[in-house]
């Protein structure tokens, strides 16, 4: 007989506490990259990441399973952002292939303004950003799209909408570049996140991005301890993406950029 499984916690007060490591790693990254969270704002990230550590008992939302690692490489590496968002003011955000919620939540948390939608195509970790939405206050504010980009770019509900696609290791840069420039509106930005070396790789897609309508890459670095090798690309949308474009993933496989 199958063994009956638990159902999967909905409630952040029942879930144990984050070690001291958690905090330590990350009261020092936020201070690196000259980050304040408010009080309620840190307990929205530390509640969310109490909800993926627990999921991912049965779910595998990440292979990161020491909480220090993840205030690190998933919440630290996802706020490295925050001061490029508040330059520009971007009120609202896609966070493309979201998985555990990452890089949309905790920036959706540190900007009480903005308003976010997280994509993500499979529907296990669809349910979970529901419920972490829930659990941390958010569902007036952002919401899930358990859907391909291909979908909402055939949508004029969403192509051209967007004023910035945020996306984190889902894909090489010329095709994320062919599945997040048509959401993105007239003078809109995507931000990608990689790993140094990325010259090759941001050569490789230049002229992907220009018959998609994007500007030159730009890069930053993240300067917390132990993301060294991490960047953020970003890509400023210039001119108009054809409708034939995304195509789907198979042609895109086949016949890239």
Not at 93 to 120: H, M, T, Y
Not at 141 to 151: L, P, T
Not at 195 to 212: G, Y
């Amino acid at each position: 007989m199958r063994e009956r499984r638990e159902p999967l916690p909905t409630r952040v007060d029942l879930l144990p506490e984050l070690p001291p490591d958690y905090d330590r790693v990350l009261r020092e990254g936020l201070r690196s990259l000259g980050i304040a969270l408010e009080r309620g704002q840190r307990q929205a990230v530390d509640d969310h990441v109490r909800l993926l550590l627990a999921w991912t008992e049965a779910i595998n939302l990440t292979g990161i399973r020491d909480p220090a690692d993840v205030a690190r490489e998933h919440v630290l590496d996802s706020l490295a952002a925050l001061p490029l968002l508040q330059r520009g003011r971007f009120g609202r955000l896609l966070d493309l292939g979201s998985g555990g919620g990452f890089p949309g939540l905790p920036l959706a948390v540190a900007l009480p303004g903005s308003r976010a939608l997280l994509v993500e195509s499979i529907g296990k970790k669809a349910r979970f950003l529901e419920t972490a939405v829930a659990a941390i206050g958010l569902s007036d504010r952002v919401r899930i799209a358990a859907a391909r980009a291909e979908s909402l770019a055939a949508s004029a509900q969403h192509r051209a909408h967007w004023p910035l696609v945020v996306a984190r290791a889902i894909a090489p840069l010329r095709e994320l570049a062919e599945l997040a420039l048509p959401l993105l509106s007239p003078g809109g930005a995507l931000i990608a996140w990689k790993r140094f070396p990325v010259d090759s790789e941001i050569d490789r897609a230049k002229e992907a991005i220009r018959m998609l309508g994007g500007g030159a890459v730009r890069t930053n670095g993240v300067p917390v301890a132990g993301l060294e090798d991490h960047v953020l690309l970003t890509i400023e949308k210039v001119g108009p993406t054809s409708r034939e474009f995304p195509r789907d993933p198979a042609e895109r496989r086949h016949h890239p950029l």
